[in-house]
């Protein structure tokens, strides 16, 4: 059988909608908070038996239709040598920052040395070749990786910021160095994802978590676009791509002509727009319910996401339904449950 969701990645109708929900796996369920009590995050990302098992959890309690590998969006710098930690409530950190020419070199230097950055790397494939055989038949393996303009906004802001006055100073201030970062994290990221392709991802996803809510059309395209661009074809080539990009309607002209197979849709514009460029024919739309509407009650939750599923189903190509953004920490579970069953039930 095709599965659903590469069925739909195909661009191509499926008879039942496929589902799965970014940040699916930890944060709201009881028994990944269980693990947490126990390990530092950092220590559960890579340790593959407790990474397989978190991968899994949500599939023990959902019958949704893919597992995305349980991992983060900044394992690269930190391969690349930029110390990577998390402190409670504050989120992730970085020792290393760049924000100068002469920053780039430990990264350079660690790029270069390729059989070391993927054996820092391997903990994700080796959860990835551990969830395979795991799986039911219909459902598929995500692998993903922060796209290189997040990802870096990280590395120079030292950690997560509301502003991002510091990557974006570097941007005007000093052009040239933040490009060269770009290209370390464009290189890395390439050997990275065909890793996880190896290790039995089916599809991969791009996170631009940042990219579209720090940035205007016009520096989207310079220093975001390029490098995103070169990562996806060559992706695609191997296996399907969704392109997410958080807050994207501002730069839709730009997110829309690249060239992955998938475009993910946050909950700050209709589907609906969406489903009518003509620049998505033969494509997949995915998403894009907001994951606050399931703190509301049965009865709203049901309004809405019915509203956002025959949207979806109402798009030429395929569709795969999915929140705008990931799910919150205290996301009610049986929510969770019935909106799997609703979309699963949902026909036209």
């Not at 309690?61 to 597992?67: E, K, L, Q």
């Not at 930690?85 to 100068?100: E, L, M, T």
């Not at 969406?274 to 894009?288: E, F, S, T």
Request: charged share 25%; hydrophobic share 40%; proline share 6%.
């Amino acid at each position: 059988m095709v599965k659903p969701i590469l069925k739909a990645l195909h661009g191509e109708k499926t008879q039942v909608t496929p589902v799965w929900f970014m940040r699916q796996a930890g944060r709201c369920l009881p028994e990944y908070r269980a693990i947490k009590e126990k390990m530092k995050t950092y220590d559960m990302f890579r340790t593959p038996d407790v990474a397989t098992e978190i991968t899994l959890q949500p599939l023990k309690r959902f019958p949704v239709d893919a597992a995305i590998v349980y991992a983060d969006i900044l394992h690269i710098p930190d391969a690349l040598g930029c110390g990577l930690s998390f402190q409670p409530g504050d989120g992730p950190k970085f020792a290393h920052v760049v924000r100068a020419k002469e920053d780039l070199a430990i990264l350079r230097d660690r790029l270069n040395q390729k059989a070391k950055l993927a054996s820092e790397l391997s903990f994700v494939g080796e959860t990835l070749s551990r969830v395979k055989p795991q799986l039911d038949k219909h459902q598929t393996l995500i692998g993903f990786a922060g796209a290189p303009w997040t990802v870096a906004s990280y590395v120079v802001e030292g950690g997560s910021s509301d502003h991002f006055f510091k990557v974006k100073s570097l941007m005007m201030k000093d052009p040239s160095v933040f490009k060269e970062l770009m290209e370390i994290l464009t290189e890395a990221t390439i050997p990275y994802l065909e890793m996880q392709i190896s290790a039995g991802a089916e599809v991969v996803q791009l996170f631009e978590s940042w990219g579209g809510q720090a940035l205007g059309p016009s520096m989207y395209k310079e220093f975001c676009r390029p490098y995103v661009e070169r990562i996806i074809r060559h992706i695609s080539a191997k296996v399907p791509v969704i392109h997410f990009v958080n807050r994207s309607a501002g730069i839709w002209d730009e997110v829309v002509t690249l060239p992955s197979q998938g475009v993910g849709i946050d909950w700050a514009q209709p589907l609906s727009r969406v489903a009518l460029d003509p620049r998505m024919a033969n494509r997949c739309i995915q998403g894009n319910l907001d994951p606050m509407w399931l703190y509301a009650n049965w009865e709203t939750l049901k309004r809405e996401a019915l509203d956002v599923l025959r949207a979806g189903r109402k798009f030429d190509g395929g569709y795969i339904f999915n929140v705008g953004h990931g799910f919150t920490p205290d996301t009610p579970i049986e929510s969770i449950s019935k909106l799997v069953n609703l979309v699963h039930q949902e026909q036209d």
